[in-house]
């Protein structure tokens, strides 16, 4: 077979086959073309280097799939790290995120921590009712690999699967991942109904849990608003709140707002005097200044008629 098609614009062609489905009666596999090249964002992060935007991923894709596919390119040393898909709230690995959670929790392991610094709790959203995510047709998907040689080498690997124009070295989708992933027709909604019902078991799970975040953060509201009952704000008043008497605040620190507040007043009243307050006080300077106007425009007009009239006794004398 003839070489065909390598890139496109900015994108390199990547063909991969699709196995044949009994079920739709396709006897042979359907070739899918991938649209990839260098992640280049218009906010840069610190991943873009080593990763590559695909366009035109299959709509049952997996981060499984995407690591196989490029395992067979480059003859199983495939080192992909994450996989970002469209719609995704995320801009740099989970695996980053997962090794920057545990270099800190080892800086801080053997560290008391102090009262009120509690973590941020996230609370627990509903169960899922799908046990496979589903993306749209034509969608996009950021692969990230371990370094920036993986990426050069998929991209040489890629160049030369056009040169060798074999289809039998294309990679195929979903090979070997039969029992990895979740399945899907049938099985797919079958799972689905049965999502749909939890057990009682996992409800209370999901309820404990849930309540567990918000008590957390109402006794962390608590705190923050019993330390707020002595700190004076800007204007040196004392924030006032439920929850019983506390002692007042500093007399120095009111006395320093205080002092604080009288400064900003006067400077305002300085940048305000020679502009006029009040409307009335604007109006009136702009009737004086029209007044001012119209003096002045009286008086050249009174000199104007005083030149005519001059010129007429003398009479006007031709230019020469």
């Known amino acids: 077979m003839a070489p065909t098609q390598a890139t496109i614009k900015d994108y390199t062609i990547l063909p991969i086959l699709l196995l044949s489905l009994p079920v739709l009666s396709l006897p042979s596999p359907a070739t899918h073309t991938l649209y990839l ?71 801080n392991k053997g ?59 294309y990679p195929v989708w979903g090979k070997g991942l039969e029992d990895k992933v979740e399945k899907l027709g049938s099985a797919r909604y079958a799972t689905h109904h049965a999502l749909r019902y939890p057990d009682t078991k996992t409800l209370q799970q999901n309820v404990d849990m849930f309540m567990t975040v918000f008590n957390s953060k109402e006794e962390r509201k608590k705190r923050e608003e019993k330390r707020g009952r002595n700190v004076p704000d ?38 305000r005097e020679g502009e006029g307050f009040y409307r009335f006080q604007v109006r009136e300077r702009r009737k004086m200044e029209q007044g001012e106007l119209v003096r002045q425009f009286e008086e050249d007009k009174k000199r104007v008629e005083k030149l005519r009239a001059s010129k007429g006794k003398r009479g006007i004398r031709p230019e020469n």
């Open 37 to 107: 090249r260098p992640h280049a964002p218009k906010i840069p992060t610190e991943v873009d280097e080593r990763s590559l935007f695909l366009v035109n991923v299959p709509i049952d894709s997996t981060a499984s799939h995407f690591r196989a596919v490029f395992a067979h390119l480059l003859g199983g040393a495939g080192k992909v790290e994450d996989v970002i898909f469209e719609g995704e709230k995320r801009n740099i690995s989970s695996a980053l995120v997962e090794f920057k959670n545990s270099t800190t929790k080892d800086a």
């Open 234 to 271: 800007e204007d040196g008043f004392v924030t006032v709140t439920r929850g019983g008497r506390v002692g007042p605040a500093r007399r120095e620190d009111a006395e320093e707002k205080k002092r604080e507040m009288e400064e900003r007043e006067e400077k305002k009243r300085k940048e």
């Open 111 to 169: 560290k008391k921590r102090k009262r009120g610094q509690d973590e941020d709790l996230e609370a627990p959203g509903l169960p899922e009712v799908w046990d496979r995510k589903l993306h749209r047709s034509g969608g996009t998907a950021v692969v990230v690999f371990v370094d920036l040689k993986s990426v050069e080498a998929v991209l040489r690997a890629v160049k030369k699967l056009h040169k060798s124009g074999k289809e039998s070295k």
